[in-house]
């Protein structure tokens, strides 16, 4: 309703991303749904430790950094061990890199930007570093309202 679209063109849109559940999903609640043996639900969730060995999936998160034209954090803690996975094995061309960082500390997302910018090439260079936008005053919908035309190429 916000972005003034129908709910059959936004599920449309959901459809054809690629999304990659590196800590698993909840599979059995539907969205909505106030009734849920969340026990069983949680089945399929995994740990850190879990996950760290499932090497297709970091391979996978990794090739999708590595293929991405931007990338988008919403609502992620930057912990170190998540950046890890995200890592790529090389260096890949520096991207522009918008994210949240609600409340977090100008210090703390001036550290943050610099591991971002290890992502590409060379290792530490001032055009990575400044395609970092970091936003610790934005939630995710205003992410996307202050930058609504970077995210959508100008249109």
């Known amino acids: 309703m ?11 849109i959901v459809a ?3 999304i990659i559940h590196t800590y698993g999903l909840i599979r059995q609640v539907s969205f909505g749904f106030d009734k849920a043996d969340y ?3 949680a089945d399929d969730i995994k740990t850190y430790t879990e996950q760290i060995a499932a090497v297709d999936v970091i391979e996978q998160l990794r ?3 590595e293929r991405a ?3 988008v954090f919403l ?3 930057f ?5 890890l996975m995200l890592k790529p094995s090389k260096p890949t061309k520096p991207k522009f890199v918008y994210g949240t960082a609600y409340k977090m500390s100008g210090a ?3 550290v943050v930007s610099e591991q971002l910018a290890t992502f590409f090439q060379p290792v530490i260079n001032s055009e990575a570093r400044a395609r970092i936008k970091l936003e610790n005053n934005l939630t995710s919908a205003g992410l996307f309202d202050h930058y609504a035309k970077s995210l959508t190429g100008g249109d």
């Not at 916000?2 to 449309?12: C, H, K, L, N, V």
């Not at 912990?79 to 950046?83: D, E, I, P, T």
């Open 79 to 83: 912990h170190s061990q998540n950046l």
């Open 16 to 18: 054809n991303l690629k």
């Open 39 to 41: 026990f069983h639900a």
């Open 69 to 71: 034209d931007a990338i």
């Open 108 to 110: 703390d997302v001036e």
């Open 63 to 65: 090739a999708e950094v």
């Open 2 to 12: 916000t972005y003034g679209i129908r709910a059959e063109e936004a599920e449309s």
């Open 75 to 77: 609502g992620f803690a």
